[in-house]
């Protein structure tokens, strides 16, 4: 059972546009949705992360949009670069106290064209 | 502040044969979590340690097995081998009570 459903499976996007990839979960016990940036090679990076307490949270030209009532959430990356170009996770996790248990979704492969 | 560090980089094995992978957490993290993660898929929980002891396991056969270190380091060990343990084995270290881990560069075993 698949509990984080990610969505599109690749994204194409024009440099300076907007790329918005989606994540649904299952298990309301959640409450903790990364999103991670990986690059060929290279182990996930942490990019930007949000609770269920909050609706909405931005770091510079990331953007998690959460809506708890529908079970999902969203990374926007706003005037999107060349470099953005990655393979980006959704995950969440479950509280208790051993943090870092997370369930992944199958990643989104972002290219973003010059 | 030094990074969570894998080794080896990559290895190639025989199918039914053992392999240690190793890796150092992040300095000041005292919480280790593995992941597989198969071409084209999200990392897949296999197991954390912390104090040296298993705290948590995802869906994976008793096969996968791990250790800690009490610097901390841990290790992660595969019995008899299956062609579908080809994968990247991502080690990721946190300070226990926090959800903010950070991962290594992964370790490539290739089962042939």
């Known amino acids: 059972q698949q509990q984080v459903k990610q969505s599109p499976q690749s994204l194409i996007v024009q440099k300076g546009g907007i790329s918005i990839i989606n994540c649904a979960y299952e298990n309301t016990a959640f409450d903790y949705f990364p999103w991670y940036q990986q690059f060929p090679g290279k182990g996930p990076a942490l990019l930007i992360a949000?609770?269920?307490?909050?609706s909405e949270k931005k770091e510079g030209r990331f953007t998690i949009s959460f809506n708890k009532s529908a079970k999902q959430f969203s990374l926007h990356i706003m005037d999107s670069q060349p470099g953005d170009s990655a393979t980006y996770f959704c995950a969440a996790s479950i509280p208790n106290t051993n943090a870092g248990k997370s369930t992944f979704g199958d990643g989104t492969t972002l290219t973003v064209k010059p | 502040e030094t990074g969570v560090t894998q080794s080896p980089t990559h290895l190639i094995k025989t199918r039914g044969q053992q392999v240690t992978l190793r890796c150092s957490s992040q300095?000041?993290?005292?919480?280790v979590s593995w992941y597989q993660q198969a071409l084209g898929q999200g990392p897949q929980f296999i197991f954390q340690y912390y104090r040296e002891e298993e705290n948590g396991r995802g869906n994976f056969p008793p096969r996968f097995s791990g250790l800690q270190f009490p610097n901390y380091s841990s290790e992660l060990n595969v019995n008899a081998l299956e062609l579908d343990d080809s994968a990247l084995y991502l080690c990721?270290?946190?300070?226990?009570?926090?959800?903010?881990?950070?991962f290594g560069p992964g370790t490539r075993l290739t089962v042939t």
């Open positions: 990721a270290s946190s300070f226990q009570g926090s959800y903010e881990q950070y």
């Open positions: 949000i609770r269920p307490d909050v």
């Open positions: 300095s000041g993290h005292n919480t």
